[in-house]
Protein backbone atom coordinates (compact mmCIF):
# COMPACT_ATOMS: atom_id res chain seq x y z
CA UNK A 1 0.00 0.00 0.00
CA UNK A 2 1.51 3.16 -0.84
CA UNK A 3 1.38 5.83 1.93
CA UNK A 4 3.23 9.10 2.42
CA UNK A 5 3.78 10.63 5.84
CA UNK A 6 4.24 14.00 6.52
CA UNK A 7 5.70 15.34 10.21
CA UNK A 8 7.95 18.70 11.35
CA UNK A 9 4.61 21.31 11.31
CA UNK A 10 3.98 23.50 14.36
CA UNK A 11 3.82 27.10 15.36
CA UNK A 12 6.53 28.99 14.90
CA UNK A 13 7.36 32.59 15.09
CA UNK A 14 7.88 35.10 11.88
CA UNK A 15 11.26 35.01 10.83
CA UNK A 16 12.45 31.27 12.08
CA UNK A 17 12.91 27.98 10.51
CA UNK A 18 10.91 24.67 10.22
CA UNK A 19 12.13 21.94 8.37
CA UNK A 20 9.10 19.35 7.34
CA UNK A 21 9.39 15.74 6.45
CA UNK A 22 7.81 13.49 4.40
CA UNK A 23 7.85 9.15 4.89
CA UNK A 24 7.51 7.50 1.80
CA UNK A 25 6.32 3.44 1.29
CA UNK A 26 4.75 1.03 -0.50
CA UNK A 27 6.31 1.82 -3.74
CA UNK A 28 10.51 2.52 -5.48
CA UNK A 29 10.37 5.84 -3.95
CA UNK A 30 13.29 6.99 -6.23
CA UNK A 31 11.39 6.27 -9.54
CA UNK A 32 8.81 8.97 -8.46
CA UNK A 33 8.95 12.43 -8.46
CA UNK A 34 7.28 14.26 -5.12
CA UNK A 35 5.88 17.31 -4.19
CA UNK A 36 4.88 19.40 -1.39
CA UNK A 37 1.34 21.08 -1.37
CA UNK A 38 -0.65 23.74 0.82
CA UNK A 39 -4.02 24.92 1.68
CA UNK A 40 -4.44 27.63 4.14
CA UNK A 41 -7.36 27.29 6.20
CA UNK A 42 -10.11 27.32 4.21
CA UNK A 43 -8.88 28.38 1.29
CA UNK A 44 -7.69 26.13 -2.11
CA UNK A 45 -4.65 24.66 -2.52
CA UNK A 46 -1.52 25.70 -4.03
CA UNK A 47 1.40 24.10 -5.17
CA UNK A 48 5.01 24.72 -3.39
CA UNK A 49 7.64 22.78 -4.62
CA UNK A 50 8.83 19.42 -6.60
CA UNK A 51 11.21 17.62 -7.53
CA UNK A 52 12.30 14.73 -9.93
CA UNK A 53 13.27 11.52 -9.14
CA UNK A 54 16.89 12.01 -9.09
CA UNK A 55 16.86 15.69 -8.11
CA UNK A 56 17.69 16.96 -11.59
CA UNK A 57 15.27 19.54 -11.48
CA UNK A 58 13.49 21.03 -8.90
CA UNK A 59 10.86 23.87 -9.01
CA UNK A 60 9.14 26.38 -6.80
CA UNK A 61 5.90 28.86 -6.37
CA UNK A 62 7.13 32.34 -6.29
CA UNK A 63 5.54 33.46 -2.85
CA UNK A 64 8.13 30.88 -1.91
CA UNK A 65 11.17 30.87 -4.05
CA UNK A 66 14.42 31.66 -2.24
CA UNK A 67 13.02 30.95 0.83
CA UNK A 68 12.09 27.26 0.59
CA UNK A 69 14.57 24.54 -0.12
CA UNK A 70 13.01 20.92 -1.36
CA UNK A 71 15.29 17.84 -1.04
CA UNK A 72 15.14 13.91 -0.96
CA UNK A 73 16.84 11.48 0.26
CA UNK A 74 16.26 8.31 -1.72
CA UNK A 75 18.40 6.03 0.19
CA UNK A 76 15.71 6.79 2.90
CA UNK A 77 12.49 7.03 0.99
CA UNK A 78 12.30 10.46 2.53
CA UNK A 79 10.59 14.13 0.94
CA UNK A 80 11.95 17.66 2.90
CA UNK A 81 11.24 21.08 2.73
CA UNK A 82 13.46 23.20 4.27
CA UNK A 83 11.32 26.74 5.35
CA UNK A 84 13.47 29.48 6.17
CA UNK A 85 11.90 33.29 6.96
CA UNK A 86 8.69 32.05 7.66
CA UNK A 87 5.45 34.72 7.22
CA UNK A 88 2.31 34.70 8.79
CA UNK A 89 1.16 33.79 4.98
CA UNK A 90 2.80 30.56 5.05
CA UNK A 91 -0.01 28.84 7.93
CA UNK A 92 -1.16 26.23 6.08
CA UNK A 93 -1.51 22.27 6.09
CA UNK A 94 1.12 21.17 4.10
CA UNK A 95 1.03 18.41 2.19
CA UNK A 96 3.34 15.98 0.55
CA UNK A 97 1.94 14.37 -2.46
CA UNK A 98 3.91 11.51 -4.55
CA UNK A 99 4.26 12.45 -8.71
CA UNK A 100 2.13 9.78 -11.06
CA UNK A 101 5.69 10.11 -12.92
CA UNK A 102 9.44 10.50 -12.35
CA UNK A 103 9.46 14.05 -13.96
CA UNK A 104 8.59 17.16 -11.81
CA UNK A 105 5.64 17.92 -14.58
CA UNK A 106 3.00 15.29 -13.85
CA UNK A 107 -0.02 15.18 -11.78
CA UNK A 108 -0.29 13.83 -8.32
CA UNK A 109 -1.88 10.35 -7.41
CA UNK A 110 -1.30 9.80 -3.92
CA UNK A 111 -1.48 12.53 -0.77
CA UNK A 112 -0.25 12.10 2.67
CA UNK A 113 -2.79 13.49 5.62
CA UNK A 114 -0.96 16.79 5.83
CA UNK A 115 1.19 18.86 8.61
CA UNK A 116 0.18 22.00 9.96
CA UNK A 117 2.26 24.74 9.77
CA UNK A 118 1.24 28.27 11.85
CA UNK A 119 3.63 31.12 11.58
CA UNK A 120 2.44 33.15 14.81
CA UNK A 121 4.14 35.77 16.86
CA UNK B 1 2.46 31.64 -14.10
CA UNK B 2 -1.05 29.86 -15.98
CA UNK B 3 -3.26 31.61 -13.82
CA UNK B 4 -6.32 29.01 -13.89
CA UNK B 5 -9.76 29.85 -13.65
CA UNK B 6 -12.92 27.07 -12.27
CA UNK B 7 -16.29 28.26 -12.73
CA UNK B 8 -18.63 28.19 -11.43
CA UNK B 9 -17.17 28.81 -7.94
CA UNK B 10 -20.29 26.77 -6.42
CA UNK B 11 -22.86 24.23 -8.20
CA UNK B 12 -25.90 23.21 -6.31
CA UNK B 13 -27.40 20.10 -8.09
CA UNK B 14 -29.24 17.03 -7.07
CA UNK B 15 -28.07 13.62 -7.27
CA UNK B 16 -28.75 12.19 -10.43
CA UNK B 17 -28.43 15.33 -12.52
CA UNK B 18 -24.94 15.80 -14.78
CA UNK B 19 -22.34 18.14 -13.80
CA UNK B 20 -20.21 20.42 -15.93
CA UNK B 21 -16.93 22.03 -14.42
CA UNK B 22 -14.87 24.75 -16.02
CA UNK B 23 -11.42 25.15 -15.96
CA UNK B 24 -9.77 28.17 -18.00
CA UNK B 25 -6.35 28.97 -18.47
CA UNK B 26 -4.36 32.27 -19.40
CA UNK B 27 -2.28 30.90 -21.42
CA UNK B 28 -2.07 27.46 -23.29
CA UNK B 29 -1.58 24.35 -21.33
CA UNK B 30 1.36 22.50 -22.72
CA UNK B 31 0.42 18.89 -24.13
CA UNK B 32 -2.82 19.38 -22.14
CA UNK B 33 -1.40 18.26 -18.92
CA UNK B 34 -4.25 19.01 -17.11
CA UNK B 35 -5.32 17.30 -14.01
CA UNK B 36 -8.40 17.32 -12.10
CA UNK B 37 -8.94 16.39 -8.00
CA UNK B 38 -11.43 16.02 -5.63
CA UNK B 39 -11.16 16.55 -2.39
CA UNK B 40 -13.97 16.65 0.55
CA UNK B 41 -14.12 18.07 3.88
CA UNK B 42 -10.73 16.88 6.22
CA UNK B 43 -9.31 15.00 3.42
CA UNK B 44 -6.55 15.20 1.53
CA UNK B 45 -6.99 15.80 -2.32
CA UNK B 46 -8.26 12.63 -4.50
CA UNK B 47 -6.61 12.46 -8.16
CA UNK B 48 -9.34 11.86 -10.70
CA UNK B 49 -8.27 12.68 -14.43
CA UNK B 50 -4.52 13.16 -15.63
CA UNK B 51 -3.53 14.59 -19.05
CA UNK B 52 -6.94 15.92 -19.64
CA UNK B 53 -9.13 13.45 -20.00
CA UNK B 54 -7.22 10.39 -18.78
CA UNK B 55 -8.83 8.61 -16.06
CA UNK B 56 -6.85 7.97 -12.92
CA UNK B 57 -7.36 4.42 -11.16
CA UNK B 58 -10.44 3.40 -9.63
CA UNK B 59 -12.45 6.16 -10.76
CA UNK B 60 -15.86 5.84 -11.33
CA UNK B 61 -16.34 6.04 -15.87
CA UNK B 62 -19.48 8.85 -14.53
CA UNK B 63 -16.12 11.27 -14.12
CA UNK B 64 -14.89 12.07 -17.94
CA UNK B 65 -12.47 15.06 -18.58
CA UNK B 66 -12.09 16.87 -21.89
CA UNK B 67 -10.46 20.38 -23.39
CA UNK B 68 -7.28 21.75 -24.82
CA UNK B 69 -5.20 24.77 -25.25
CA UNK B 70 -6.76 26.91 -22.40
CA UNK B 71 -10.42 25.26 -22.03
CA UNK B 72 -10.93 22.17 -19.78
CA UNK B 73 -14.32 20.33 -18.59
CA UNK B 74 -14.76 17.84 -16.25
CA UNK B 75 -18.14 16.37 -16.56
CA UNK B 76 -20.01 14.53 -13.89
CA UNK B 77 -22.93 12.34 -16.19
CA UNK B 78 -24.88 11.50 -12.59
CA UNK B 79 -23.90 13.10 -9.32
CA UNK B 80 -23.90 10.20 -6.29
CA UNK B 81 -24.07 11.47 -2.86
CA UNK B 82 -20.52 11.00 -2.49
CA UNK B 83 -19.57 13.57 -5.08
CA UNK B 84 -20.19 16.32 -3.12
CA UNK B 85 -17.24 18.07 -2.29
CA UNK B 86 -14.49 20.68 -3.82
CA UNK B 87 -12.97 20.47 -7.37
CA UNK B 88 -9.68 21.67 -8.42
CA UNK B 89 -7.92 21.81 -11.72
CA UNK B 90 -4.42 21.98 -11.83
CA UNK B 91 -1.64 22.38 -15.05
CA UNK B 92 1.62 20.95 -14.58
CA UNK B 93 2.85 21.89 -18.58
CA UNK B 94 4.95 24.37 -17.07
CA UNK B 95 6.71 26.10 -13.47
CA UNK B 96 5.21 27.17 -11.49
CA UNK B 97 2.47 24.35 -11.38
CA UNK B 98 -0.65 26.04 -10.82
CA UNK B 99 -4.42 25.51 -9.14
CA UNK B 100 -7.64 26.73 -10.03
CA UNK B 101 -9.29 28.12 -7.27
CA UNK B 102 -12.31 25.46 -7.36
CA UNK B 103 -15.46 24.49 -7.81
CA UNK B 104 -17.74 23.56 -4.72
CA UNK B 105 -20.37 20.75 -5.95
CA UNK B 106 -23.46 21.23 -3.46
CA UNK B 107 -26.67 19.20 -2.52
CA UNK B 108 -29.44 21.41 -4.01
Known amino acids: EVQVVESGGGLVQPGRSLRLSCAAS????????MHWVRQAPGKGLEWVSG????????GYADSVKGRFTISRDNAKNSLYLQMNSLRAEDTALYYC??????????????WGQGTLVTVSS | EIVLTQSPGTLSLSPGERATLSCRAS???????LTWYQQKPGQAPRLLIY???RRATGIPDRFSGSGSGTDFTLTISRVEPEDFAVYYC?????????FGGGTKVEIK
Open chain 2, 27 to 33: QSVSSSY
Open chain 1, 51 to 58: ISWNSGSI
Open chain 2, 51 to 53: AAS
Open chain 1, 97 to 110: AKGRGGALYDSKDY
Open chain 2, 90 to 98: QQYGSSPLT
Open chain 1, 26 to 33: GFTFDDYA
